[in-house]
């Protein structure tokens, strides 16, 4: 298997632009999460899938953010409009157990945003 | 919902020597403790873990200690290497009801540097 798949690996956007960061998570697991990771806050969850419905997004920072999963395969994070704080580098990880099994993260997507 | 705190926030120790690093949690619901090692521009990969019902785990040079009493619980290395230069990550999972079920909750994460 080749892991958690994650597109692109480095995005540099303008501020006020769209951004869509894409994931593939392994083949059988069932949960998917997001999250963002900084020097200042570390690293954070911000949302969590189930069976491809979201479970928890408390951890979304506002409402420019949003995350879909459309199947079993792939889910997509958006920022719309992005802006320089946003700046990070975003994981994916999957699992097939939230209580018993470990998360595997994807390569993660560096994003900078000007 | 959950805490994690870990200390040192750096850590720098000669090749050969031991590095412990510690984490406490706030949450007495959390039963499960895994360790992540970043290497610079890497992903996250899981080294050791330990459950609750467990006082100490040891993989070779590395080996987790838990207090469930105290809440913390501690990661160390022996014999330190210069690639095991990296960024370590606590975490703790909740495995009760509610909206916080299953989730990790992270450290701020340790930089260490092994020095040859």
Same mark, same amino acid.
């Given at each position: 298997? $080749?892991?958690?798949? =994650?597109?692109?690996?480095?995005?540099?956007?303008?501020?006020?632009?769209?951004?869509?960061?894409?994931?593939?998570?392994? #083949?059988?697991?069932?949960?998917?999460?997001?999250?963002?990771?900084?020097?200042?806050?570390?690293?954070?969850?911000?949302?969590?899938?189930?069976?491809?419905?979201?479970?928890?997004?408390?951890?979304?920072?506002?409402?420019?953010?949003?995350?879909?999963?459309?199947?079993?395969?792939?889910?997509?994070?958006?920022?719309?409009? #992005?802006?320089? /704080?946003? #700046?990070?580098?975003?994981?994916?990880?999957?699992?097939?157990?939230? $209580?018993?099994?470990? =998360?595997?993260?994807?390569?993660?997507? /560096?994003?900078?945003?000007? | 919902?959950?805490?994690?705190?870990?200390?040192?926030?750096?850590?720098?120790?000669?090749?050969?020597?031991?590095?412990?690093?510690?984490?406490?949690?706030? !949450?007495?619901?959390?039963?499960?403790?895994?360790?992540?090692?970043?290497?610079?521009?890497?992903?996250?990969?899981?080294?050791? !873990?330990?459950?609750?019902?467990?006082?100490?785990?040891?993989?070779?040079?590395?080996?987790?200690?838990?207090? %469930?009493?105290?809440?913390?619980?501690?990661?160390?290395?022996?014999?330190?290497?210069?690639? !095991?230069?990296?960024?370590?990550?606590?975490?703790?999972?909740?495995?009760?009801? *509610?909206?916080?079920?299953? %989730?990790?909750?992270? *450290?701020? *994460?340790?930089?260490?540097?092994?020095?040859?």
């Amino acid at each position: 298997d $080749a892991g958690v798949i =994650q597109s692109p690996r480095h995005e540099v956007t303008e501020m006020g632009q769209e951004v869509t960061l894409r994931c593939k998570p392994i #083949s059988g697991h069932d949960y998917l999460f997001w999250y963002r990771q900084t020097m200042m806050r570390g690293l954070e969850l911000l949302i969590y899938f189930n069976n491809n419905v979201p479970i928890d997004d408390s951890g979304m920072p506002e409402d420019r953010f949003s995350a879909k999963m459309p199947n079993a395969s792939f889910s997509t994070l958006k920022i719309q409009p #992005s802006e320089p /704080r946003d #700046s990070a580098v975003y994981f994916c990880a999957s699992t097939t157990n939230i $209580a018993k099994n470990i =998360q595997y993260f994807g390569a993660g997507t /560096r994003l900078s945003v000007l | 919902g959950e805490n994690v705190e870990q200390h040192p926030s750096t850590l720098s120790v000669q090749e050969g020597d031991s590095a412990v690093i510690k984490c406490t949690y706030s !949450d007495s619901a959390s039963n499960y403790f895994p360790w992540y090692k970043q290497e610079l521009g890497k992903r996250p990969q899981l080294i050791i !873990d330990i459950r609750s019902n467990v006082g100490e785990k040891k993989d070779q040079r590395i080996a987790v200690t838990l207090n %469930k009493t105290a809440k913390h619980f501690s990661l160390h290395i022996t014999e330190t290497q210069p690639e !095991d230069s990296a960024v370590y990550f606590c975490a703790a999972r909740i495995n009760a009801g *509610g909206t916080s079920y299953g %989730k990790l909750t992270f *450290g701020q *994460g340790t930089i260490l540097t092994v020095h040859p």
